[in-house]
């Protein structure tokens, strides 16, 4: 078995959700070759066919990132770090391509293979705060592939994070959790 998960990340929240649903994938499927792969370096022949493509980011607004809320979100954090007199440091190529473009631009309708693919979002834990797992769903199911489980958030404390107490435990059982036909 083949899976990638494919992730947005401004400050590394969204990467480590990625990791660990990785791990969780590899825990269930000791054979399976597992890859976490930043969008910005999602191009289609590095995705290649797989049997199962997991798709997520951070999110903004409401929904899935656009450029706008991400370069928002980066000098919101750059301010608020100048303020407080400390660094900041967002994800290497957190200035890229968010997971929207990828859809719009790069993804290719399913390859030939299960086309089972799972969605995730980090979010805040805040009445209206809106989630982008489900839109990423419904661009995953507009380019072919089949959901094998519901959208998943997971919750972050802050909007550079960290990400709340568990969160990443829950990360890994869903990855573990996820079965291809």
Known sequence: MR????????????????????????EAH?????ECV???DALPERIGPTDLLVVGG?????????????KMGLKSEEKE???????FVPEEGAEGPGVRDWFHDT??????GTHAAAAFDTRADMRLAGAAA?????????????????????IIEDTEGPLREGERDRARAWGAALQVA
């Not at 000791?30 to 597992?34: L, N, Q």
């Open 3 to 26: 899976a990638v998960i494919v992730y947005e990340s401004l400050f590394g929240n969204t990467r480590e959700i990625a990791d660990a649903i990785g791990e969780g994938v590899k």
């Open 30 to 34: 000791p054979d399976a070759e597992v």
């Open 38 to 40: 930043a969008v910005a």
């Open 58 to 70: 951070p999110t903004h607004m409401r929904g899935m990132t656009t450029g706008m809320s991400r």
């Open 81 to 87: 770090a100048e303020k407080e007199e400390r660094a």
């Open 107 to 112: 993804l290719p309708k399913a390859h030939t």
């Open 134 to 154: 489900g839109g990423i769903a419904r661009r995953l199911r507009s380019h072919g592939y089949e959901l094998v489980t519901e959208p998943e958030g997971f």
